[in-house]
């Protein structure tokens, strides 16, 4: 397997300029909270939408696709 190839396998991780400091664990951790983080707002999202009556199905997908905003 060509490096090119694995390295266009890896497109959806997230990008390598990210905020924090230090070496590869405080880029990690920071990844990680970022990543909670982010879990917490569609979840939230979620059960708004869905306390509204909207159909949990649509629901998700809304709550997903609202959940790449900072």
Do not use: N, W
Request: proline share 3%.
């Amino acid at each position: 397997m060509s490096t090119k190839a694995y390295d266009e396998a890896l497109d959806f991780m997230p990008s390598r300029a990210v905020r924090g400091g230090g070496g590869g664990f405080g880029r990690l951790l920071v990844t990680l909270i970022e990543a909670f983080a982010d879990g917490r707002r569609a979840e939230a999202d979620y059960k708004r939408l869905v306390r509204r009556g909207m159909d949990p199905s649509e629901a998700v997908h809304r709550a997903f696709a609202g959940s790449d905003r900072k």
